[in-house]
């Protein structure tokens, strides 16, 4: 897992930063990391600069708003809620939904994440 996410960092950071395909509204399903408690909610992800995304999540009653760069291969976002920061990656799939791994500031483990359009 660690070698599919570091190629995919390398890949944004190597690809010109075009992730128009992610500005969309989406229904939002995950696991906390290592398998923790599932959540469902919504994003929305912003063009707010030339390859560079707002990501906002609202999950029940929290809100975490991402500052996101990207490319047409995948979307790097760090995130931020309250006392709580993380990292997360995606990629689209042929079917238009987006798939990702995220973890906290600190973590040792990740957690999943899928995205269906709205």
Known sequence: MRAVVAGLVL??????????????????????????GAYK?????????????????????????GTGIGSPDGLAVGYKSGQSTGIAIYHTTETGAVEGV?????????????????
């Open 11 to 36: 890949g944004l950071l190597a690809a010109p930063a075009m992730a128009g395909e992610f500005v969309s509204n989406y229904d939002v399903s995950g696991t906390g990391p290592g398998g923790g």
């Open 41 to 65: 909610g919504q994003v929305t992800v912003k063009k707010t600069g030339e390859g560079v995304y707002q990501v906002v999540w609202v999950i029940g009653k929290d809100k975490f708003i």
């Open 102 to 118: 995220w973890t906290y500031a600190g973590g040792t483990q990740i957690g999943t994440e899928n995205w269906s359009p709205r």
